[in-house]
T-cell receptor, first 114, second 110 residues
Framework: DTGVSQNPRHKITKRGQNVTFRCDPI?????LYWYRQTLGQGPEFLTY????????KSRLLSDRFSAERPKGSFSTLEIQRTEQGDSAMYLC????????????FGEGSWLTVV | SQQGEEDPQALSIQEGENATMNCSYK?????LQWYRQNSGRGLVHLIL?????REKHSGRLRVTLDTSKKSSSLLITASRAADTASYFC??????????FGGGTRVLVKP
């Protein structure tokens, strides 16, 4: 069991550019979550998938954000036209089914928008 | 909005001492999970406690849950310098996602 894997770990981008993060969940985990965390704060929920279906999106997920999980395995989180306020760590997590399971997090992807 | 709120926000102790942090929440929960986060790293799962449980142990960790008071506590016994980290409680209210508090930053001095 290799754990939740996220790439890239660090990304520096210029304002206005698009960025994409990838998450590979633990094998056979049906639930996949994206969270965002800014310095000194707790993680904030963005969205989650049950297999390939995106079941809930937070109001934090503006129109510039899109997440996909095309085959119910890995997921991507794309941010278009990045803004300085998007600078944060983006955390991916997975769980077997989501119904009261332990949720396992990856190491996160740091985004710095300059 | 945050469901869980940790107290204290920061804690400084000497190696070997016990560290206790508390988490309060607002609505009924299915379970509550505690995580550790080292600076700049991801979240490491520590303990999950379900709403029908009152206490759980894992190594030097002890978690209690009082659903009548909507609160939980995490006790780290015989702390080590390696326990220096931020600790977060997270509540699962509907069986579909976690809501986190702001965390307790623990510094264990050697």
């Amino acid at each position: 069991d290799t754990g939740v894997s996220q790439n890239p770990r660090h990304k520096i981008t210029k304002r206005g550019q698009n960025v994409t993060f990838r998450c590979d969940p633990i094998s056979e985990h049906n639930r996949l979550y994206w969270y965002r965390q800014t310095l000194g704060q707790g993680p904030e929920f963005l969205t989650y998938f049950q297999n390939e279906a995106q079941l809930e999106k937070s109001r934090l997920l503006s129109d510039r954000f899109s997440a996909e999980r095309p085959k119910g395995s890995f997921s991507t989180l794309e941010i278009q036209r990045t803004e300085q306020g998007d600078s944060a760590m983006y955390l991916c997590a997975s769980s077997p089914s989501g119904r009261g399971d332990t949720i396992y997090f990856g190491e996160g992807s740091w985004l710095t928008v300059v | 909005s945050q469901q869980g709120e940790e107290d204290p926000q920061a804690l400084s102790i000497q190696e070997g001492e016990n560290a206790t942090m508390n988490c309060s929440y607002k609505t009924s929960i299915n379970n509550l999970q505690w995580y550790r986060q080292n600076s700049g790293r991801g979240l490491v799962h520590l303990i999950l406690i379900r709403s029908n449980e009152r206490e759980k142990h894992s190594g030097r960790l002890r978690v209690t849950l009082d659903t009548s008071k909507k609160s939980s506590s995490l006790l780290i016994t015989a702390s080590r310098a390696a326990d220096t980290a931020s600790y977060f409680c997270a509540t699962d209210t509907a069986g579909n996602k976690l809501t986190f508090g702001g965390g307790t930053r623990v510094l264990v001095k050697p």
